[in-house]
Nanobody, 122 residues
Framework: QVQLVESGGGLVQAGGSLRLSCAAS????????MAWFRQLPGKERDFVAAISWGAGRTSYADSVKGRFTISRDNAKNTVSLQMNSLKPEDTAVYYC???????????????WGKGTLVTVSS
């Protein structure tokens, strides 16, 4: 049973920083891509960032490029999202995700975490 457990969400003022973490368990993730998505109530779940597990290649949504950084620790089966210069429009539930191939859309995801809320106040 694959489990993805997010942590690190919370309330932060605009311009501040937060670091999200995701702990993965239940299988070997050496060939899996890890990613973060976010979702507002009533909206579609949107891609934020992804990192390949082996080579560490990264990709980002245009809206977060230069502000967010995704990283992973293969030995600990964890992936993190460092979020800097946060804006009120970054407020959302953030979900950890994983899949066998490249991830850029919800259809690419095999497993989801339960999400963690990030609230950015103006």
């Amino acid at each position: 049973q694959v489990q993805l457990v997010e942590s690190g969400g919370g309330l932060v003022q605009a311009g501040g920083s937060l670091r999200l973490s995701c702990a993965a368990s239940g299988r070997t993730f050496s060939s899996y891509t890890m990613a973060w998505f976010r979702q507002l109530p009533g909206k579609e779940r949107d891609f934020v960032a992804a990192i390949s597990w082996g080579a560490g290649r990264t990709s980002y949504a245009d809206s977060v490029k230069g502000r967010f950084t995704i990283s992973r620790d293969n030995a600990k089966n964890t992936v993190s999202l460092q979020m800097n210069s946060l804006k009120p429009e970054d407020t959302a539930v953030y979900y950890c995700a994983t899949g066998r191939g490249p991830i850029g859309h919800i259809s690419d995801v095999d497993y989801w975490g339960k999400g963690t809320l990030v609230t950015v106040s103006s």
